[in-house]
């Protein structure tokens, strides 16, 4: 286990937040960056360094980042300069000497991948190696958890993803894998596809969720243009929508069907599919209304 200080960015969120608390569990030494002190989670051992300005603003961030040896970059929320903060972090992180650099990306991270949002990870890789600090990306797959929120109160799980499949990952898996290459050693220059144990297809996972819960759950597999028009709505902007619609349309060609054994090799056991995640939150699908 190391023995430098690791920096977390993201604790009061879903990965940085797992991950916090799993290294404080391990009595390692961090600090927790985040843009509100109040708000960090209270964890034993654990430094809080306020930016309250975010990735943005690099002079804060870099005096946040003083000291850090191996810093856990998640990824900045969906906002039309999240590319731009991205690469402000990055080279705030460069400035302020960070020796390891553990990025969260996205699976199939590229210029032209069909998510529109793998783009933005496409480009925050590259930064990261144009800074030429050493890096190690986890490219996580979509979220397994999320997958029940997918499906409408009506019971319908709508996309246009056709028949395609998806690996997806537990965030509880990612936290673990993040763990294991933030204390561990040889992942420099390293990129791990963080997966679930299969690849499923959207229709076989409203048949296990409709098996598990018993309410009626099906896939609609949506024509592009009533993809849109179903999720259009006049508080959420244009990059939103096309990031949901995208989603689906990567699964239909193939981009999330990638299954790995990375996980495992990091932490020494086998990813949780989707049964093991309906059983971990028995609430999830709660909203959909039974008939």
Not at 162 to 185: F, H, M, P, W
Not at 186 to 199: K, V
Not at 263 to 277: A, M, Q
């Amino acid at each position: 286990m190391t023995e430098q200080l690791i920096g977390v960015t993201g604790a009061t969120g879903g990965i940085g937040g797992r991950v916090a608390a799993r290294l404080a569990a391990a009595g390692v030494a961090q600090r927790l960056i985040v843009r509100d002190a109040a708000r960090a989670p209270e964890l034993d051992g654990a430094e809080v360094r306020a930016a309250p300005g975010g990735y943005g603003a690099a002079g804060q961030f870099a005096a946040a980042l003083e000291g850090v040896h191996t810093l856990l970059l998640v990824s900045a929320a969906e906002a039309p300069d999240r590319l731009e903060q991205h690469r402000s972090a990055v080279g705030a992180a460069a400035a302020a000497g960070v020796r390891h650099l553990v990025y969260v990306s996205f699976l199939g991270a590229a210029e032209h991948a069909t998510f529109t949002l793998a783009r933005d990870h496409h480009h925050t890789e590259a930064a990261i190696r144009d800074a030429g600090l050493p890096f190690t990306f986890l490219r996580d797959s979509l979220y397994l958890d999320f997958v029940p929120g997918l499906v409408g109160p009506d019971g319908v799980l709508r996309g246009p993803a056709g028949k395609g499949q998806v690996g997806a990952v537990a965030r509880d898996d990612v936290a673990d894998a993040a763990v294991a290459v933030l204390t561990g050693s040889g992942h420099e220059g390293r990129t791990y596809d963080l997966t679930g144990p299969e690849a499923f297809t959207l229709a076989d996972a409203a048949e296990l969720m409709a098996d598990h819960s018993g309410k009626p759950i099906a896939f609609h597999n949506e024509a592009l243009q009533e993809a849109f028009e179903s999720r259009m709505d006049p508080e959420v902007p244009d990059f939103m929508i096309d990031a949901w619609v995208t989603t689906y349309l990567a699964i239909k060609e193939g981009e999330f069907a990638t299954v790995s054994t990375a996980v495992k090799d990091l932490t020494g056991r086998d990813p949780v599919g989707l049964r093991e995640i309906l059983d971990r939150y028995p609430g999830s699908l709660d909203h959909v209304r039974s008939t």
